[in-house]
């Protein structure tokens, strides 16, 4: 399972979890029930995942840049193969919108956020040296507190 591409960061992605379910309990007009239940499920995942989330927040105390970067890099990268889920899904959307102008815009955006996020992954690919360079040597002068 560590060949999971989530598993690197699955501390930070719990810990944005978290933060969701504190702003759930805050919102006025949901049930007490699915509150609880929604927190239980985070509370499942930290279970199964303890390892693997006391291990990324080892990671992230050590070298926060680098888990940053890491986060990051795999949010782009769980984006485009969640494409292959998002676009059938969005095409049945938009076959069934009655509203026709909300099934244009589905699609419109549909077509630039794969475009953009083509773009961004290609050339990720054929500048990788590059990019890397700079985000590890040239950017993190810049950031303060950063190794």
Do not use: H
Not at 32 to 44: C, E, H, N, R
Not at 96 to 102: N, P, S
């Amino acid at each position: 399972m560590e060949q999971n591409i989530i598993l690197k960061s699955i501390s930070i992605f719990i810990f944005l979890w978290s933060i969701s379910i504190v702003f759930l309990w805050f919102r006025p007009k949901i049930e007490f029930f699915w509150k609880i239940i929604a927190t239980a499920i985070l509370l499942l995942f930290f279970y199964f995942f303890k390892k693997e989330i006391m291990a990324g927040y080892a990671a992230f105390t050590a070298d926060w840049y680098n888990a940053l970067i890491t986060f990051l890099r795999e949010i782009l990268l769980l984006l485009f193969y969640n494409l292959f889920i998002f676009w059938p899904l969005a095409l049945i959307i938009i076959f069934y919108k009655a509203d026709d102008i909300g099934a244009e815009r589905l699609l419109k955006f549909m077509c630039v956020f794969t475009l953009m996020l083509c773009v961004v992954i290609l050339g990720y690919v054929y500048y990788k040296e590059g990019v890397d360079r700079f985000i590890y040597e040239k950017l993190i002068d810049v950031i303060p507190f950063a190794k």
